[in-house]
């Protein structure tokens, strides 16, 4: 909140933010409230960037521009990793069991 004066000598005061002319008076405090106003920018921006990160394709606040599908990418090479690894360790044990049973009943 600015206050411009616009005639000091009878105390006339303009606020800008709502532009009304009043009269100055000695018995009230005016308190800027722009230090709060940018702190509320900037927890705005940060609840905004925390909703971000719960989407794969939101940019985030910290990091370099194109980098908005990074963590969709990373989700599903890894996810096709494990899902290999964990294929492949199956077969495997789905193979042993096999010959094993085979063994069993001598068909080796």
Same mark, same amino acid.
């Given at each position: @909140?600015?206050?411009?004066?616009? *005639?000091?000598? %009878?105390?006339? %005061? @303009?606020?800008?933010?709502?532009?009304?002319? *009043?009269?100055?008076?000695?018995?009230?405090?005016?308190?800027? @409230?722009?230090?709060?106003?940018?702190r509320m920018d900037k927890l705005d921006g940060i609840a905004d960037d925390l909703?971000?990160?719960?989407?794969?394709?939101?940019?985030?606040?910290?990091?370099?521009?194109?980098?908005?599908?990074?963590? /969709? @990418?990373?989700? %599903?090479?890894?996810?096709? !990793? /494990?899902?290999?690894?964990?294929?492949?360790? !199956?077969?495997?044990?789905? *193979?042993?069991?096999?010959?094993?049973q085979r063994l069993i009943e001598g068909g080796m």
């Amino acid at each position: @909140m600015s206050i411009v004066r616009i *005639a000091p000598e %009878v105390h006339l %005061v @303009m606020d800008l933010d709502t532009a009304t002319v *009043a009269e100055e008076r000695a018995d009230s405090v005016l308190y800027s @409230m722009e230090p709060v106003f940018e702190r509320m920018d900037k927890l705005d921006g940060i609840a905004d960037d925390l909703l971000n990160s719960l989407s794969p394709s939101k940019p985030l606040l910290n990091s370099w521009p194109g980098r908005e599908n990074t963590s /969709y @990418m990373a989700g %599903v090479y890894g996810n096709s !990793f /494990y899902g290999v690894v964990v294929g492949l360790a !199956f077969s495997g044990l789905l *193979a042993l069991i096999i010959f094993i049973q085979r063994l069993i009943e001598g068909g080796m």
